[in-house]
């Protein structure tokens, strides 16, 4: 019997990032009705290219076959705080990564961060050299369990320049997508799983959250 592991962080009102507003309603007709706003990077979610990309793909021209799929962990969990993942972490702990992978990259910070804005501003990071392999391994898609570009740590003091998310700008022009903000990759038991991400099709936007989940045998 399949074994399935939920790799996603819970939306509510109470994040330490994003501004997520509820508005529950009591009409005659049902019993509840719902309003959320909120932004479509909030939580566990997929970019697609048109995030970094004028004229990219949106979420919604994103095919399914891009959702799902053969899936390698690669396990970081040893990086700690403010530590580069470079080329050589990758070239130890990435060898069973096969083309056309979703490549999630396991550090378990959401167990040791999460809920405090510490989780952004000391969390590992990936080097512009370490994407740029990860890119040449051609992956549909890279997944990450802590906020991947450096420069995220920035903005709080001034939002940086867009070329300084050297991650988002290797990956994203070349149709690798991001999923950000996985969670529970330790739940995972082996190397090699089936994954899959769906997005909502929301019509010309460049991102969506995500239900995350590994299948495994």
Same mark, same amino acid.
């Given at each position: 019997?399949?074994?399935?592991?939920?790799?996603?962080?819970?939306?509510?009102? =109470?994040?330490?990032?994003?501004?997520?507003?509820?508005?529950?309603?009591?009409?005659?007709?049902?019993?509840?009705?719902?309003?959320?706003?909120?932004?479509?990077?909030?939580?566990?979610?997929?970019?697609?290219?048109?995030?970094?990309?004028?004229?990219?793909?949106?979420?919604?021209?994103?095919?399914?076959?891009?959702?799902? &799929?053969?899936?390698? /962990? /690669?396990?970081?969990?040893?990086?700690?705080?403010?530590?580069?993942?470079?080329?050589?972490?990758?070239?130890?702990?990435?060898?069973?990564?096969?083309?056309?992978?979703?490549?999630?990259?396991?550090?378990?910070?959401?167990?040791?961060?999460?809920?405090?804005? =510490? $989780?952004?501003?000391?969390?590992?990071?990936?080097?512009?050299?370490?994407?740029?392999?990860?890119?040449?391994?051609?992956?549909?898609?890279?997944?990450?369990? $802590?906020?991947?570009?450096?420069?995220?740590?920035?903005?709080?003091? &001034?939002?940086?320049?867009?070329?300084?998310?050297?991650?988002?700008?290797? $990956?994203?022009?070349?149709?690798?997508?991001?999923?950000?903000?996985?969670?529970?990759?330790?739940?995972?038991?082996?190397?090699?799983?089936? $994954?899959?991400?769906?997005?909502?099709?929301?019509?010309? /936007?460049?991102?969506?959250?995500?239900?995350? /989940?590994?299948?495994?045998?």
């Amino acid at each position: 019997m399949a074994r399935i592991v939920d790799l996603s962080i819970p939306i509510s009102d =109470d994040l330490p990032r994003w501004k997520v507003e509820v508005n529950k309603e009591f009409p005659e007709f049902c019993h509840q009705f719902t309003a959320v706003t909120m932004s479509v990077h909030t939580t566990t979610h997929m970019d697609s290219p048109l995030h970094y990309v004028e004229g990219g793909k949106a979420i919604d021209e994103i095919p399914l076959e891009m959702t799902m &799929g053969e899936a390698s /962990v /690669v396990d970081l969990s040893y990086k700690g705080e403010n530590e580069a993942i470079t080329p050589d972490d990758l070239d130890k702990n990435g060898g069973h990564i096969q083309q056309g992978d979703f490549i999630l990259l396991r550090t378990d910070w959401p167990d040791k961060m999460w809920g405090d804005m =510490d $989780f952004w501003k000391k969390s590992p990071y990936l080097t512009e050299e370490a994407a740029a392999w990860l890119a040449e391994q051609k992956p549909k898609a890279v997944g990450y369990d $802590f906020p991947q570009d450096y420069a995220i740590r920035l903005i709080e003091d &001034g939002r940086p320049d867009k070329a300084d998310f050297v991650v988002h700008n290797i $990956f994203l022009p070349k149709g690798i997508l991001n999923i950000e903000y996985l969670t529970n990759l330790k739940g995972i038991k082996g190397k090699r799983v089936k $994954f899959m991400a769906i997005p909502l099709k929301l019509k010309g /936007v460049e991102g969506s959250p995500v239900r995350a /989940v590994a299948v495994e045998e």
